[in-house]
């Protein structure tokens, strides 16, 4: 007979303890600090501020610390933590054409102003283990560069001159903030866009492959991919005008779309895009690919039933924290569900073999 179990407030907290002392790991090991997580976790904490829609390395830090290294439940408590903060006011949106760009590459022109910069990259390693960093050796200092502090135009700019690629419109109305408002469906491209930003980076990498792989047809290149930081404006209105009150760190994808045009539109290339925290490039470029495959209804082509047009399928269950929170409760205690479960089926066997019985 399956009974509720008793004396749980007290396995809870031994669990907590258990649960502390499993975080610190052998005490004979230096403390992992927040400071060294934030300087060399970097690309972590990055994601943690872009799924948590929080800026603070800091806070991003202690929390990858608190959740042993479990970058989701990281990001459900920053989220958490962020419904706690007072609200002052909004800023302005950010230029990212006034971006001080450290990595800045384009896959469709070769040569452009203010030059391809590479930056801090993964793309051209050979993706072997470095066992000097194991022994603690000291690795080459990079040589000194500057970030590029004039304004780099967009590279989508020269096809925009020659009207090959669709304009962007911006609506007058104020978008709804995903983190104060749940999702509504039909939703605005910007609300989509925050939706995406928000979602788990490798939920939006498997969108976009399929949309690569063919689900979606629609073939993209990198029209521009660019990470560094951008002044963020907020109006005073004692003051009458706008001052810096900080910067922040981003990762900004447009993408070049073939489309084949419609009754209204000529053929044209259009876009797709990507803007997130930190340096997220794999969930940027993802973003974009992701952004271009929802947009097939206002542009007036065919859903061939691709996952990535379902905006649906693609919106409700990219967000990791509400994932997590809907499948993990199936973990807890559901005793009194189980029970009737269990008296169901009992009863059900029984009628099966009194009429096997009966015919017989």
């Known amino acids: 007979m399956y009974v509720a179990v008793k004396g749980g407030e007290r396995a809870i907290d031994n669990a907590h303890a258990w649960l502390a002392e499993e975080r610190r790991g052998d005490t004979d090991v230096t403390e992992l600090t927040v400071a060294q997580i934030r300087e060399q976790l970097s690309l972590a904490v990055n994601r943690v501020m872009a799924e948590g829609s929080l800026f ?3 806070l991003a830090a202690l929390a ?59 793309d051209y390693t050979h993706r072997l283990l470095d066992f000097q ?23 989508t700019e020269f096809l925009n001159r020659e ?39 490798g939920f939006a ?3 976009a492959y399929s949309t690569q792989r063919g689900y979606a047809r629609n073939h993209a290149f990198v029209g521009e991919l660019r990470i560094g930081t951008v002044a963020v404006e907020m109006d005073i209105p004692e003051l009458g005008f706008a001052i810096d009150i900080g910067e922040v760190t981003l990762t900004e994808c ?38 271009r495959a929802l947009r097939w209804e206002e542009l007036g082509e065919d859903n061939v039933g691709a ?19 809907f499948l993990e409760h199936i973990k807890l205690p559901h005793y009194v569900d189980f029970q009737s479960e269990l008296e169901l089926i009992r009863k059900l066997r029984t009628e099966a073999m009194d009429s096997q019985e009966a015919a017989e």
Do not use: W
């Open 56 to 58: 603070d390395p800091d």
């Open 64 to 122: 990858i610390k608190q959740s042993r290294g479990d970058l989701i439940e990281a990001i459900f408590l920053i989220r958490a933590y962020r419904t706690t903060l007072p609200r002052f006011g909004a800023t302005a949106p950010v230029d990212t054409g006034t971006m001080a760009c450290e990595r800045r590459i384009s896959a469709t022109f070769k040569d452009l102003p203010g030059g391809q910069v590479l930056g801090p990259t993964f």
């Open 133 to 155: 960093l194991a022994a603690n050796g000291e690795v080459p200092e990079a040589p000194m560069a500057e970030a590029n502090l004039e304004a780099t135009p967009h590279v």
């Open 163 to 201: 009207g090959l690629i669709e304009e962007t419109t911006n609506s007058d109305a104020d978008p709804k903030d995903l983190t104060r408002e749940p999702l509504e469906l039909p939703a605005e491209r910007a609300l989509r866009l925050q939706a995406l930003t928000r979602s788990d980076e």
């Open 205 to 207: 990498l498997g969108m």
């Open 254 to 291: 447009e993408t070049v779309n073939q489309f084949h045009g419609s009754k209204s539109e000529p053929p044209q290339f259009t876009r797709g895009y990507g803007l997130v925290f930190g340096q997220s490039e794999r969930k940027s470029i993802s973003m974009a690919l992701i952004d």
């Open 307 to 325: 996952p990535a047009q379902d905006a649906e399928f693609v919106l409700y269950h990219g967000d990791n924290v509400q994932a997590t929170g």
